[in-house]
């Protein structure tokens, strides 16, 4: 298991350099510049200012090889740069707004989890009965609707039926926590739905196939109850692709719901990449991404340990 770890550790330093190098290409490819857009404003506030003089301040007239590993050699000393825009260190700016796109994600998690999992489970007990189809009906439903097109209903519909609107002003737990939830709440349950519904599928299509097992039949022989054989037999044994699923979310998570924390004013990682791409703020989707792909790499790494705690007899030597 050690080496293992080992080896897939640093299997992410050729990946993430590949990660980076594709970014920081991706950005210069794309129309505009970030130079521009600062004259622009700058002279639009009526100040007078150099684009010559303001390339060279941002490091960016010197070729693009040489600003990517200047740029790199400092990442790997921590230092991921200045944003252009926001007069503050990229560091900074995704310290404060990473939490906020974890609260999100962790709450989305925790929903999809407690709505797809023991409906899976009742799917699987009462196989090819109407309310197996009805929740698979429902779920299928969930997936297919835009989460954009129902944030918009949901924001829309109670604020002009009901006058009601969720908190549209951050505010940290830890300062007044039923305001952060009540902001956080509906974000996270539309979030939720569409995962669950996938995740549903899945636990009922894992526990079917094991529920077919020898050592199924066995216990059910020896008069187990299906409660019993279901959580303590069944489930366990369908849980890795389960477990495969939700690693996959949860490495989603950094980069917060995207659409969400546009549509609900949450200042998170999602918002940030979104306005930073608008700007050309270079070193900001540089640094976001580089957090980003550094935690998914991490928590598909603890996925893939997490099988061995899961079946036992899966080797990694």
């Known amino acids: 298991m050690g080496k293992y770890v080992l080896k897939r550790v640093l299997l992410l330093i050729p990946t993430i350099f590949l990660v980076c190098l594709i970014v920081f290409a991706l950005m210069r490819a794309v129309p505009g510049d970030a130079v521009d857009s600062i004259v622009t404003r ?23 090889a040489q600003q990517f590993f ?20 990229v560091s900074n700016i ?25 409906l899976g489970l009742f799917c699987a007990a009462k196989q090819d009965s109407i309310p197996d189809y009805t929740v698979r009906i429902i779920a299928v439903i969930f997936m297919a609707i835009p989460v954009f097109w129902l944030a918009t209903l949901v924001l829309f519909y109670p ?25 956080f709440l509906i974000p996270s349950i539309l979030g939720a739905l569409a995962q669950a519904g996938m995740q549903l599928r899945i636990v009922r299509t894992m526990v079917l196939d094991t529920m077919r097992q020898d050592y199924i039949r066995t216990a059910y022989a020896k008069g187990v109850n299906q409660t019993h054989v279901m959580f303590q037999h ?3 044994n369908s849980m890795i692709p389960v477990i495969t699923v939700i690693g996959f979310s949860v490495g989603a ?58 079946d036992p007899r899966i080797k990694y030597d």
Request: net charge negative.
């Open 253 to 310: 998570l950094i980069g917060g719901n995207v659409v969400l924390e546009n549509i609900f004013n949450i200042p998170g990682i999602g918002q940030l990449l979104v306005t930073a791409l608008g700007q050309r703020d270079y070193p900001v989707v540089q640094g976001s991404v580089l957090v980003m792909s550094i935690f998914v790499m991490i928590v598909n790494l603890i996925v893939d340990i997490a099988y061995k705690w899961i």
């Open 159 to 183: 604020a002009q039926w009901w006058d009601y609107s969720p908190p549209v002003q951050y505010v940290s737990f830890f300062e007044d926590p039923l305001t952060n939830l009540q902001m």
């Open 234 to 236: 069944a489930f366990r």
């Open 94 to 118: 995704i310290a404060r707004q990473l939490p906020v796109s974890l609260e999100l994600g962790i709450l989305t998690l925790i929903f999809a989890n407690l709505i797809s999992i023991p």
């Open 42 to 64: 700058m002279t639009q506030s009526g100040q007078t200012v150099d684009a010559d003089a303001v390339r060279h301040k941002l490091g960016l007239d010197v070729p693009a």
């Open 70 to 89: 200047n740029w790199l050699a400092d990442a790997v000393r921590g230092n991921l740069g200045d944003s252009f825009f926001q007069f503050d260190t």
